[in-house]
């Protein structure tokens, strides 16, 4: 595989930020886009005197050409709760109109296409753990509906492009993921815990903390998905840590690691929270010989550095 020109939605995005670290280093050119609703340009100045690293501000919604290119990674979305409950119908546009622009981009240039899909499109499952033949268990009017349906949308126009028009379509159902520069305030259970240890504040749990969920390093995710990419799998594919932890062992294992004396407050478990979340991935094992390798220990510790600075600068903030 040569030097490529790949153009990666949602640039300014934690996960998406990473990905474009990984095609550089590759030696591709990569050219960012992001309306940065939710996206930090923080997350790329490391890029700004990188030759071979472009951006442009932009709303995928609408009609844009950025150029020919060889691949596209659509990675635009609000993607935490509270970014999708707070943008509802900017979640549905992205998943939606966003997904056909970028489509109809990838078959003007022959290009390949990437998707970041998600766990969320099997809901509250009814089976476990979860394979990619599962079609899920979803409330498709509850409140987050507008992200679970913008989802499995975007994964039916995907399988329709590749069907009809050969492009050359790849899925990735992401699970839960977690490292450095993951919003610090967007209400996802690493973030919070982390940052309320860090602060001394009692670590909220919603529910009796029972509930279980997979929890992937950015690194491990990054390399899955940068696999599937270069493979000839059309399907949607599974990429996430299968180690379960329930919410009250990682809320313990986030006090270890902090060394916070911090309280445990239960709340109320929200409308539609899944009871439990792990990847099947015996496909990304087997066609793409794909597993992760970071495990909740070391990843937390591996994401200190990062919620510490997230903490200080709460405070230089405050302070000013």
Not at 81 to 96: F, K
Not at 98 to 127: F, I, M, Q, R
Request: charged share 20%; with cysteine; net charge negative.
């Amino acid at each position: 595989m040569g030097k490529r020109r790949i153009v990666v939605t949602g640039a300014a995005g934690f996960l998406a930020s990473h990905l474009c670290d990984v095609l550089l280093s590759e030696g591709h050119d990569v050219h960012g886009i992001d309306n940065l609703a939710t996206g930090k340009m923080a997350n790329l100045a490391h890029l700004a005197s990188e030759p071979r690293f472009s951006f442009a501000e932009q709303d995928i919604c609408q009609s844009f050409d950025p150029g020919p290119f060889d691949y596209i990674f659509n990675m635009a979305s609000p993607a935490s709760p509270a970014d999708y409950m707070r943008l509802g119908i900017e979640t549905l546009q992205v998943g939606s109109a966003g997904t056909l622009n970028t489509l109809e981009l990838a078959k003007k240039y022959k290009a390949g296409y990437l998707h970041a899909s998600t766990s969320e499109c099997y809901g509250d499952p009814l089976v476990h753990p979860q394979v990619e033949t599962y079609w899920g268990n979803v409330n498709p009017i509850g409140p987050r509906s507008v992200y679970d349906e913008a989802k499995r949308f975007s994964e039916a126009a995907i399988a329709a492009y590749q069907r009809y028009h050969g492009v050359n379509t790849h899925m990735v159902r992401i699970f839960n993921t977690y490292g450095p520069r993951l919003q610090a305030n967007d209400g996802r259970v690493i973030s919070n815990f982390m940052m309320q240890a860090l602060r001394g504040e009692p670590l909220t749990i919603y529910g009796d903390g029972s509930q279980t969920r997979s929890f992937c390093y950015v690194s491990d995710l990054i390399d899955g998905i940068v696999k599937l990419a270069w493979s000839d799998e059309h399907l949607p594919t599974n990429i996430g840590n299968p180690v379960e932890w329930t919410i009250l062992e990682c809320a313990k294992e986030v006090l270890a690691i902090t060394g916070s004396k911090s309280d445990i407050s239960f709340q109320p478990l929200p409308q539609d929270d899944p009871k439990q979340r792990r990847p099947d991935i015996t496909k990304a094992r087997t066609l793409l010989g794909w597993e992760p390798k970071v495990m909740l220990h070391e990843g937390l510790g591996l994401s200190l550095t990062y919620f510490k600075s997230c903490v200080e600068a709460e405070k230089s903030a405050a302070s000013i």
